[in-house]
């Protein structure tokens, strides 16, 4: 996932013309991977061609996040008064860690609400938090469209 992050961020944050394009469309790659990663999900299994397609899932997850994030923070910098410059810029740091801890607390939450007794309780578990994940990476794709459309 930070792999793909990284190369996601360098191959975009460049991109002034078709930012609205990136921002639009960039979700759809998280929410591709997440569907990649509840499909092939956790599996007892020495396969390379099925490590590759999890390597593929958590690949295209990092990309969405990162090809929309320098472009996101770039508008948080630019539409932040000249007072509020620093506390805008340390804020984003802020919500990574904040977005985070919700994240793990949520993914917490739904474990243990699952139940795990043993492998296939937590399989299902790491699957059910996988398809999950696709809700909120849904409606900002959703949302992103909406804000770049206009």
């Given at each position: ?28 790659f ?32 990092g990309?969405?996040v ?8 770039t508008d ?52 059910m ?22």
């Amino acid at each position: 996932m930070a792999a793909g992050w990284t190369a996601g961020s360098i191959a975009f944050s460049g991109v002034t013309s078709r930012r609205a394009l990136v921002i639009g469309t960039a979700p759809a790659f998280s929410v591709a991977g997440l569907v990649v990663l509840t499909l092939a999900g956790p599996v007892r299994s020495t396969s390379w061609a099925l490590v590759l397609v999890i390597a593929i899932g958590l690949l295209l997850l990092g990309w969405g996040v990162g090809a929309v994030w320098p472009h996101l923070l770039t508008d948080v910098l630019l539409l932040a008064g000249d007072d509020d410059q620093e506390v805008a810029g340390a804020s984003a740091t802020t919500v990574q860690l904040t977005a985070t801890a919700f994240g793990s607390a949520c993914a917490g939450t739904i474990t243990n609400l699952m139940e795990f007794a043993d492998s296939a309780h937590t399989a299902a578990a790491a699957r059910m938090l996988f398809a999950l994940s696709v809700i909120p990476a849904a409606a900002a794709l959703i949302f992103a469209r909406r804000v770049t459309s206009r």
